[in-house]
Structure formats: structure tokens, C-alpha cells
């Protein structure tokens, strides 16, 4: 079953349950549409194509694009910063941001900085210590290697082995916090740890980091999914109070979880979620026995009114990640629509994709382990 409407919502960096609602969260944030106006602006420098997330509209809310481009069209270039928050393996919503930064990298030749928050795992997750998080760092960082970033330009980050140099740039981010602003921010109350209340200093560190390091302002970009947005929003209101630049901000839309399209997945109900590391036939079970369909009750219904791809999980996860072909992409909505394709087929489709891409990225994960010191930076 879907998710249920009347279920009380939650919306926070650490939590989202209940439908989300994108057109509010964008009026809500403050945040801008990605219009046509900005995607021609975008092709002209990315040789007149655009990543089928920006296509399809995965992703779908910025602050401040065209800024980043008008800097980059006056020779200032961006760097770019997003990252993960290690409390599990990783999971396939995680590395659609991940996927789209590569291709913002390529396109625009630029230095990309990537966080492994050990520390604000530890500091929220009741069950975790610190060598439970800083081990899932270490593992998550190998997906990021796989992805096929260059170490030559990639930096991956682990908080607790950067403590030295996080530490003396979040000290004056935090001294412009108000504790009321942050419980605002996040719906903390008085039973949050001090380690939580101080966090977000530490996550607005890589947007000034080039900036730090070089002496002068470099633009930051940073692309992820919109549950993160309260913790840039604050640095976009502190930043320029220290001298920097806001950090400009592209957003994309959650895998939803196999249950429903509404949602986001989520490490904590592995029945819901597909991560890097499941077997061909892990992939095979939790699909066909737990993903939502938008197909009718039964065949001879489903041949004469159609299936409805825009509820269908597996549908939305081939839209989402796992058919970048936009003519295969429509032949296969087209056939559902229509009722000539079934929703067990629908299914077929996505785990065959699915299997064939988790393969590659499990080889390529392989042997990103003896890379793993090439992009990993400490002080």
C-alpha cells in the first residue's frame, strides 16, 4: 500500500515520513523552480545536452543557479560539495544526487568536495558509536570511488579525521547561531544532546572550504536532496556575515520507497529499500513482493483500462535512475498506460536494470578499495 494521507508527517535531515508534498516544500524553503529558462542557460555549457535528472525534473529546486553561472561565465568556476550521512550501507536513493554531481563535475571541470558525517551519525543515532559510524564511512566512501570520480579532482572527507580543520572554521558559524534558530530550524526540543544543536556548524565547513584554503571567495554548488535544506538555508543566512559567498543549491526529489510513491526510502525498513550491496536475488524478492503497483486488480482489467505509471514504484525508479533513454522510457509508459504491458513486466524490466547496474557498481566497489587512500584527506 501507498502512503496514507492522513499520516502525520515528518520533514526534517534525519527523518521525512508521510507524503511529501515538492510544490509546498519549494514555497515553504523559499527555493526557485529549475524552469526552461535555466535548463537552455545550463546547456550552453554543457555542449547543448542536460542529465536526464534535469530532464525528467529530479531535480527541481536551486538557490542561486544563475549566480553560479553568471560567475562561471565571467571565468570564476565553482567547486561542488554534497555528501552522506554513514549510519548503513548504502542505499540507491543515495547515489542519485552522487550520480548527477559526477556529470555537473565532467561538464564543468570542477573540484568536488565530498562529507562523511561520522560525527552527526553518532551525535542523532541512539545505537551507534563512533567506530559503528566511522566504519560505515569507510564503506560508503568505496560507492562514491565506484561512481568513477577522479581522485585527481575528489576529495572525500571523513568529519572525525578532519576534526582539526572542521573545528576552527564551524567555531565562527556557530558563534552566529542562535540556539532558538536552530530549534526552529530542525523542531529540536530541550531533549536534544548539545552535539546535535552544534552540528550544523560543522555541515556548512565544505561550502567555505576552497575558500579558506585559497584565500579569496570560490563559488560553491551544492547538489542534494531537499530534506537537507535547513542546514544550508542557515549557512546562506551565516556565510556572508564571516565574508564568504552563499553556497548556491540545486535539489532533487527521493526514491521513493518500494511501498509507495510518496515518500523517500530508507535504511531502517530494508524491506522498502534496495541497497548497492543485495544480490541479484535479494533484488528480485523485494521487488516483485513489495513495490507498489499501478497496475489494476486483475489482468483482464489492467488489459482494458491501463496501469498508472506515475504511482508505480518500479516505473518511477526506472524514471528516477535506471533508464536514462527517454524514447525507452515513453515506449515503456506508453505500453502501461495503454495495458499492453503488465505490471509483472514492468517489474521484469526494473530488475534486470537494476541487477545489470548493481553488478557493475558492486565490481567497480571491489576494487575501489585500493583506492580508497588516493581520496580520502585528513588533517
Known sequence: MGTNDNEESVFTPWEVRGKVDYQRLMKEFGTEPVNEKLLNRIKKHTSGSLHFMLRRGIFFTHRDMNWILDEYEKGNKF???????????????????????????????????????????????DKLEMEDTYSYALDNALDIIALGF????????????NAKTFYKIALPVAKRITYSTVKSSFGFDNSMNIGGIFYTSIQAVPAILESVRQGKNIPCLIPHAIDQDPHFRLARDVLPKLGYYKPANIQCKFVPALSGPDGKMSSSNPNETIFVTDDPKSIKKKINKYAFSGGRDTVSEHREKG????????????????????????????????????????????????????????????????????????D
Open 79 to 125: 567547486y561542488l560539495y554534497t555528501g552522506r550521512g554513514p549510519s548503513d550501507h548504502t542505499h540507491i536513493g543515495h547515489i542519485v544526487p552522487w550520480i548527477f554531481t559526477k556529470w555537473l563535475q565532467e561538464k564543468f571541470k570542477t573540484k568536488f568536495i565530498f562529507q562523511l558525517t561520522d560525527d552527526e551519525k553518532y551525535v542523532f543515532a
Open 307 to 378: 496501469g498508472d505509471p506515475d504511482i508505480d514504484v518500479s516505473f518511477q525508479w526506472l524514471k528516477i535512475l535506471f533508464e536514462p533513454d527517454d524514447a525507452k522510457l515513453n515506449k515503456i509508459e506508453e505500453e502501461y498506460r495503454s495495458g499492453e504491458m503488465l505490471s509483472g513486466e514492468l517489474k521484469a524490466i526494473l530488475i534486470e536494470k537494476m541487477v545489470k547496474f548493481l553488478e557493475d557498481h558492486q565490481d567497480a566497489r571491489e576494487k575501489a578499495k585500493d583506492k580508497l587512500d588516493d581520496f580520502l584527506v585528513k
Open 150 to 161: 577522479d581522485s585527481k579532482n575528489t576529495e572525500i572527507l571523513i568529519d572525525t579525521d
